[in-house]
């Protein structure tokens, strides 16, 4: 099998929700010398990808897509060790949550990777996460960036009460506030004050290297 026969077949897993073969296909992947983040890039995400617009057209169904996002989680565990094992952390400190209410987490997953590829070091605090939580953990690892996930219309405004708490409690000076997911523009990001909305796990990188000034 040769490389590029592996990373077609790695997308076809994701998209077909084949999670043992995803998995099996990225560890050979690496296996055959595959740059991480083209591993990542060429068959993880637009497999995912394909995988949501024929959510939208109405070919798949909720089951599909939930196989679908098993398949790229496994994928995803065999390759993002190998993401931080590069000059992590040099471009800043990121924590990541998806909102309280949402457990979406595809997309967040997606960005976590694109981050650690850019030089980020990435803390997930993962989904359905409580403000106390981000606060909390704000005090404690003191990132440059809090990156903030969400997918619904319903949890969106929970981000406007997540930065409200971050002045309140008077972090919000010393940290960027990166927004992405779905129903998220840059008006939107203006009009709850957030730093910047990223539109995709690419974009979130150019984003975030652009709010710190980081080349
Ligand atoms: C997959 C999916 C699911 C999966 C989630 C699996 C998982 N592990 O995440 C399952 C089946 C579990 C699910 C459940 C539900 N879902 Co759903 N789901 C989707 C779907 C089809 C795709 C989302 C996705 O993963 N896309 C792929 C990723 C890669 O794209 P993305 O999320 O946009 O992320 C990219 C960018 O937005 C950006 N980005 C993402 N995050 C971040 C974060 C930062 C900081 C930055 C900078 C950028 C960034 O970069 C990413 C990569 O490029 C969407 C439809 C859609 N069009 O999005 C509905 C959708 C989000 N779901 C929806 C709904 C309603 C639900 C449910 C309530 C359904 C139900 N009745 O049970 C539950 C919600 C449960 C909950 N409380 O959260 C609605 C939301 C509607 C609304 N109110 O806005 C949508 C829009 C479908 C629809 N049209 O109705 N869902």
Redesign the pocket.
Known sequence: MDKNEILTDLKKAVLEGDDDLSQELAIKALDQGLEPMTIVNQSI?PG??E??EL??RNE?F?TD??L???A??LAMEIIEPKLTAGELGVSGKVI?G?VA???????????NA?LRGGGFEVIDLG??VSQDTFIEKIKEIKPDIL??????????LEMREIIKRLEKEGLRNNLKV???????TQEFAEEINAD?????????VE??KMILGVK
Do not use: S
Not at 147 to 156: F, N, P, Q, S, V
Not at 179 to 184: H, Y
């Open positions: 995400i995912i990808q995988a949501g959510w939208k798949y909720h897509i939930i679908c996002a098993e790229f989680r990541i998806t209410g949402d457990m979406h987490n595809l997309g967040k997953i997606m960005v694109t989904e359905d990156g903030l996930g969400c997918y619904m219309t319903t949890t969106m990166m927004i992405g997911g779905v129903p998220c910047v909305w990223g539109k995709d796990a690419f974009d979130a984003k975030a």
